[in-house]
T-cell receptor, first 110, second 116 residues
């Protein structure tokens, strides 16, 4: 069974721009979660989607948003990028409690 | 006080040793506990998942949860150089209907080095 896939793998943007990241979950998984990983803060929960609805949200500003499509694929968007948004963005899918992560998208904001 | 505390290491041990990795937590509502392994520039890989107190074994890995002490451990037997990675503990309070935890809370990770 194919794992979680994320595109693109690497992105370079400048301050003020916006970015959209994509995640395809494991087949049959309906829950998709997004996390931000930085050296200083570690892995932090952004939000979780289930059946096209945001079910849980972490403590991030409204510049971070997401959505989920009927095929469970998900996208996250970051608007008005800041230098501090440089991070590895990870998507995880789950059917039960275990969450399986993709390889991540490494975003660099210049 | 952070919700989940984990010693960042690095922890360096010789090949073949038993490794003990630990996390403490402050929120008694956590019910689900996981250990992930993360290699450099890769996504975290799920190693072990446990619910409530007790031990769970899978091959060379044993996960232990002591909810009364708010303490979880991961033991690695017969450690190999390929086990060198960052190990992250994670936990959550509940599972949503249809699956998916309510957002995992992670420790900062312990960097483990197995010396050949």
């Amino acid at each position: 069974k194919a794992g979680v896939t994320q595109t693109p793998r690497y992105l370079i943007k400048t301050r003020g721009q916006q970015v959209t990241l994509s995640c395809s979950p494991i087949s049959g998984h309906r829950s998709v979660s997004w996390y931000q990983q930085t050296p200083g803060q570690g892995l932090q929960f952004l939000f979780e989607y289930f059946s096209e609805t945001q079910r849980n949200k972490g403590n991030f500003p409204g510049r971070f948003s997401g959505r989920q499509f009927s095929n469970s694929r998900s996208e996250m968007n970051v608007s008005t990028l800041e230098l501090g948004d440089s991070a590895l963005y990870l998507c995880a899918s789950s059917r039960l409690a275990e969450q399986f992560f993709g390889p991540g998208t490494r975003l660099t904001v210049l | 006080q952070k919700e989940v505390e984990q010693d960042p290491g690095p922890l360096s041990v010789p090949e073949g040793a038993i490794v003990s990795l630990n996390c403490t937590y402050s929120n008694s509502a956590f019910q689900y506990f996981m250990w992930y392994r993360q290699y450099s520039r890769k996504g975290p890989e799920l190693l072990m998942y446990t619910y409530s107190s007790g031990n769970k074994e899978d091959g060379r890995f044993t996960a232990q949860v002591d909810k009364s002490s708010k303490y979880i451990s991961l033991f690695i037997r017969d450690s190999q150089p390929s086990d060198s990675a960052t190990y992250l503990c994670a936990m959550s309070r509940s599972i949503g209907s249809g699956g998916g935890a309510d957002g995992l809370t992670f420790g900062k990770g312990t960097h483990l080095i197995i010396q050949p």
